[in-house]
């Protein structure tokens, strides 16, 4: 196995150890490299080196964290363990600090690499745009456990280091200069030869504030860190922060302001200790496991399975300019595809540039592009009413209205257009990839022939909106070839989503587990139970929003045709709630609509009140459409917050479970990280199926048993569940 560790001396007789993991992009610390660190450490010591400079072999990555594979597997070993290997990095960094050493960062620098460099004496990074250094560690549930929670704030203060520790956003090189997390920004070419210097006897150019800057700074230290008054409010204000963040949901900012305050007390060693002991029961608690299982999912979601695209993809057609094909055609142009936009109407294709427009424009104004760039990219995107434009596509993704017959059409036009092989894609939220092959005929008529390339047809469907939506469907029909599926992974990829593989069913996996728990929530303001009640719950339970809130985001008239489709598969077991009646009479849209179960201004913001009593205080309340509460005629029906989270939750499970055993997806984990990343499920439960594995899956089966025998049969358990629950057997391994 051939090093990641390679140890040279410059003529000035400084050691340079250069970090170059083979075979990956990026430098991950595992335990291999810690041992051969310690290796590189043992000679330089030994040889009496001037000093020693850590550098990165990888262009745009100095290091990207712990080996999460090897995290996983810590996960399982007893707290002891986690404890001990806290120790051991501790410990090597601690040579680390006692020689004259500083890291040259350029690109990437997370987690274990970012303490790495703070136990070095000096660090440069350099003014490259890819160079960012951050603490992630809490987005995994855990902290910094080799001193990094201790050595920031002792550098940086505790506000900054706080902030960086508990959020776990990375800073741009020229922000931890300003911060004073790194010594001096230099040019990449520079960053060698100006390491040597520093350590060589030149001073670093440190970040310098000005006056006002400075002062600020100065009393923030004295007052706020330096005495234990100022350390005590500093520890109130951060703790209602975080709570108001996590909602007492997520345990690792809690252990890390601990670790931090005993950190600004000035005993380091009584801080290391701490952050240890913290390290290793964060680390081993159920939503660590969680949240680190979610961040393998995304390499598991991304990775290919040894089969080669069928198409190099450059130009992609999007049919439909609506909202949803905008977005598309954005995040395809963004990423460097030219892109082709199709509509049926001129008015609706002007409105779909102005939206493609509008999303650049947000991002030139968070400076994520210049106007240049943006002016750059907009003229890859070609507006069209003509098929005949669409001849130079290699990927066609439909987005136009979800009937089966028009996306026959739609599929049959681009095949007249196109001569050569091209993917077509549909992103229907529920329809038969499959059936989209067929032909359609009106009578006697053929409308639509079959498809001339069945197995270039695939599912990639979108989540709205999708721009900030990461997860992308990607839908094996009955006739899509493994090249197919491998091209549309490697574009939803590119685009920098997580594609989930799942076979095709009825609403996928995503819309048919999340259908159960919309439709449940009107089944249960329908029989009198306060919707401010069933939200609550849902928020409560850590749900990014309530239910009904999910209803109006989405569209009432899109929920209520998955309802319809699934029903149509399913049986009665998913019958729309008689409320949808309501909903469709009155067409009521939600948001988009301006009032669906809630009102809505003219800015599309919910209407509230604010409501609270001379010595309370005062909380908004959102009003409900009186459409929709003068239709519930059943008497207030107030019942416990478990109550109403089994009926929610569990009726998730029952469905989730279904997928399983009908193979919809093959892997549990990849069903649970589909709901996170979908539906907004909380990711420190981990999934529907992780929370059925946490409450033990014979409980869950004895609950849906109870549950189909009172509510109804779309809580019965299936035979899979029915199985594990006779066994315990979890879901997930």
Same mark, same amino acid.
């Given at each position: 196995m051939s090093k990641a560790i390679t140890l040279s001396k410059l003529g000035s007789g400084i050691a340079v150890i250069t970090i170059d993991l083979p075979d990956s992009k990026?430098?991950?610390?595992?335990?291999?490299?810690?041992?051969?660190?310690?290796?590189?450490?043992?000679?330089?010591?030994?040889?009496?080196?001037?000093?020693?400079?850590?550098?990165?072999?990888?262009?745009?990555?100095?290091?990207?964290?712990a080996n999460v594979e090897e995290i996983q597997a810590l996960q399982s070993q007893p707290a002891i363990k986690i404890y001990e290997a806290a120790k051991d990095g501790k410990r090597l960094f601690a040579r680390l600090e006692k020689l004259n050493s500083i890291a040259a960062i350029n690109g990437t620098c997370?987690?274990?690499?970012?303490?790495?460099?703070?136990?070095?004496?000096?660090r440069i990074a350099t003014s490259d745009p890819k160079t960012e250094i951050g603490v992630p560690e809490v987005l995994l549930g855990f902290l910094p456990g080799w001193g990094g929670t201790v050595r920031l704030p002792l550098l940086i203060g505790g506000q900054a280091a706080f902030k960086m520790i508990s959020t776990g956003k990375a800073e741009s090189g020229y922000k931890a200069w300003r911060l004073g997390l790194v010594d001096e920004i230099v040019a990449k070419h520079e960053l060698v030869e100006r390491a040597a210097e520093i350590l060589s006897g030149s001073r670093p150019k440190r970040y310098q504030p000005r006056f006002k800057e400075g002062l600020v700074r100065k009393l923030t230290a004295v007052g706020l860190e330096g005495n234990s008054f100022g350390r005590s409010l500093f520890r109130k204000m951060a703790s209602q922060a975080v709570y108001a963040a996590t909602k007492g949901k997520y345990p690792a900012p809690v252990e890390a302001l601990k670790v931090v305050m005993l950190a600004l007390t000035g005993d380091r060693e009584k801080a290391f200790e701490a952050e240890s002991q913290a390290f290793?029961?964060?680390?081993?608690?159920?939503?660590?496991?969680?949240?680190?299982?979610?961040?393998?999912?995304?390499?598991?979601?991304?990775?290919?399975?040894?089969?080669?695209?069928?198409?190099?993809?450059?130009?992609?057609?999007?049919?439909g300019a609506g909202v949803m094909g905008a977005g598309i055609a954005q995040a395809a142009a963004?990423?460097?595809?030219?892109?082709?936009?199709?509509?049926?109407?001129?008015?609706?294709?002007?409105?779909?540039?102005?939206?493609?427009?509008?999303?650049?424009?947000?991002?030139?104004?968070?400076?994520?592009?210049?106007?240049?760039?943006?002016?750059?990219?907009?003229?890859?995107?070609?507006?069209?009413?003509?098929?005949?434009?669409?001849?130079?596509?290699?990927?066609?993704?439909?987005?136009?209205?979800?009937?089966?017959?028009?996306?026959?059409?739609?599929?049959?036009?681009?095949?007249?257009?196109?001569?050569?092989?091209?993917?077509f894609a549909t992103n229907t939220s529920s329809l038969s990839v499959g059936g989209m092959t067929e032909e359609l005929r009106k009578g006697e008529e053929l409308v639509a022939p079959a498809s001339r390339h069945p197995e270039m047809t695939v599912g990639i469907h979108f989540f709205n909106p999708v721009h900030k939506m990461q997860l992308v469907e990607v839908v094996r029909g009955s006739t899509t070839s493994d090249e197919t599926l491998a091209a549309?992974?490697?574009?939803?990829?590119?685009?920098?989503?997580?594609?989930?593989?799942?076979?095709?069913?009825?609403?996928?996996?995503?819309?048919?587990? @999340?259908?159960?728990? #919309?439709?449940?929530?009107?089944? $249960? %303001?329908?029989?009198?139970?306060? /919707?401010? =009640?069933i939200e609550k719950a849902a928020l409560n339970f850590g749900m990014l929003m309530g239910p009904f809130t999910l209803l109006d985001e989405v569209g009432l008239d899109i929920a209520g045709h998955v309802i319809e489709t699934l029903h149509g598969a399913f049986g009665d077991r998913l019958?729309?709630?008689?409320?949808?009646?309501?909903?469709?009479?009155?067409?009521?849209?939600?948001?988009?609509?301006?009032?669906?179960?809630?009102?809505?201004?003219?800015?599309?913001?919910?209407?509230?009140?604010?409501?609270?009593?001379r010595f309370s205080k005062k909380k908004k309340r959102y009003l409900?459409?009186?459409?929709?509460?003068?239709?519930?005629?059943?008497?207030?029906?107030?019942?416990?917050?478990?109550?109403?989270?089994?009926? @929610?939750?569990?009726? #998730?499970?029952?469905?989730?479970? $279904? %997928?399983?055993?009908?193979?919809? /997806?093959? =892997?549990?984990?990849?069903?649970?990280?589909?709901?996170?990343?979908?539906?907004?499920?909380?990711?420190?439960?981990?999934?529907?199926?992780?929370?059925?594995?946490?409450?033990?899956?014979?409980?869950?089966?004895?609950?849906?048993?109870?549950?189909?025998?009172?509510?109804?049969?779309?809580?019965?358990?299936?035979?899979?569940?029915?199985?594990?629950?006779?066994?315990?057997?979890?879901?997930?391994?």
């Open positions: 990026m430098n991950l610390l595992s335990g291999s490299v810690m041992t051969e660190l310690n290796e590189a450490l043992d000679t330089i010591e030994r040889d009496g080196s001037k000093g020693v400079i850590i550098v990165s072999g990888k262009e745009g990555n100095f290091g990207a964290g997370l987690g274990g690499f970012t303490e790495l460099a703070l136990g070095c004496k000096y290793a029961k964060l680390a081993t608690s159920q939503v660590s496991k969680n949240l680190v299982s979610i961040f393998f999912g995304q390499s598991v979601s991304k990775k290919m399975e040894g089969v080669a695209p069928n198409i190099d993809v450059k130009t992609i057609g999007v049919l963004y990423k460097g595809y030219t892109v082709v936009l199709k509509d049926i109407d001129q008015g609706a294709l002007d409105k779909g540039m102005e939206t493609i427009r509008g999303l650049f424009q947000a991002l030139v104004d968070r400076k994520k592009l210049s106007q240049t760039e943006m002016d750059v990219i907009m003229s890859a995107v070609k507006p069209t009413l003509d098929y005949a434009d669409l001849a130079d596509c290699d990927l066609v993704i439909e987005a136009v209205v979800e009937k089966m017959n028009v996306k026959k059409m739609v599929r049959a036009e681009c095949e007249k257009a196109i001569s050569k092989p091209f993917i549309a992974k490697a574009f939803v990829a590119k685009l920098g989503k997580f594609p989930v593989l799942t076979n095709d069913a009825p609403g996928f996996v995503v819309n048919r587990i @999340l259908t159960p728990y #919309m439709r449940e929530a009107m089944v $249960l %303001a329908e029989a009198g139970v306060p /919707i401010p =009640d019958s729309p709630p008689p409320i949808l009646s309501v909903v469709k009479e009155k067409k009521l849209l939600g948001r988009k609509g301006g009032k669906g179960i809630y009102l809505y201004d003219e800015k599309n913001d919910r209407r509230f009140v604010m409501e609270g009593g409900l459409n009186p459409e929709i509460t003068d239709a519930i005629k059943a008497p207030v029906n107030r019942k416990t917050e478990g109550e109403i989270q089994d009926r @929610l939750f569990l009726a #998730m499970v029952a469905e989730a479970a $279904l %997928a399983v055993q009908e193979n919809v /997806i093959e =892997d549990p984990a990849q069903l649970d990280f589909a709901m996170i990343y979908g539906t907004g499920f909380p990711p420190f439960i981990g999934g529907p199926l992780a929370y059925a594995d946490a409450m033990g899956t014979s409980l869950a089966y004895q609950k849906l048993l109870y549950l189909s025998k009172v509510h109804g049969d779309n809580y019965k358990p299936c035979d899979l569940l029915k199985k594990k629950g006779a066994t315990g057997e979890p879901f997930r391994k």
